[in-house]
């Protein structure tokens, strides 16, 4: 069954000490998700590339979904401008509902939060408990490394060649959102995560 991409999660760092082009980025994406009427998912983090991101949709005049764990928000991490706000009882939860609500799933540069979240919906995807779009943002060249491993993952047969074709790799915000778009019909598989 066929359906339209109207919601993107957006996994990214939440460090603040980061490099400008990369925060530059966040908010290029942030506003073209409004501007395009997606909805944003993240972890609802009130610092790093998820708030750059946070803010930029809604300055923007869109809608952002916040998931966090009940700890997080114990620890004051939690955007406090968020359109609505999922609090889970754990990290694994958290991930179920980005993965079950979101069409689509973008990676912006992040730590190991971030790389685990995308190795995680990858290998969903590879599953076959997850059918829509993941796009990494290369920005900067931030993947570089990740890219070569996986290329090596399936050069030694560790990965098949066909799951190479799991994800798109775009280098700024304006490429991730044409994939996205251009990706505008998505097919639903019943074992997905989202009907969990």
Not at 102 to 116: M, R
Not at 140 to 169: C, Q
């Amino acid at each position: 069954m066929a359906g339209e991409i109207s919601t993107v999660t957006v996994y990214a760092g939440s460090s603040s000490q980061v490099d400008e082009v990369y925060f530059n980025a966040a908010r290029q994406l942030g506003a073209l998700l409004a501007n395009n009427g997606i909805r944003c998912i993240n972890g609802a983090g009130s610092k790093g590339l998820m708030a750059a991101v946070t803010d930029a949709v809604l300055q923007n005049g869109g809608e952002v979904i916040g998931i966090i764990p009940d700890f997080m928000v114990q620890e004051g991490w939690c955007h406090s401008e968020l359109t609505e706000r999922i609090v889970t009882t754990d990290i694994h939860k958290r991930k179920e509902l980005m993965a079950g609500m979101s069409d689509a799933c973008i990676a912006l540069p992040g730590g190991i939060g971030t790389l685990e979240e995308l190795s995680e919906i990858i290998t969903w995807k590879q599953l076959g408990l997850y059918t829509g779009p993941i796009v990494i943002l290369n920005v900067n060249g931030y993947y570089d490394e990740l890219l070569k491993m996986l290329e090596k993952a399936t050069k030694e047969s560790f990965m098949h060649p066909r799951h190479a074709d799991i994800w798109t790799v775009a280098n700024d915000a304006a490429e991730a959102m044409e994939i996205i778009l251009e990706n505008s019909e998505w097919e639903a598989n019943p074992r997905s995560i989202a009907a969990l």
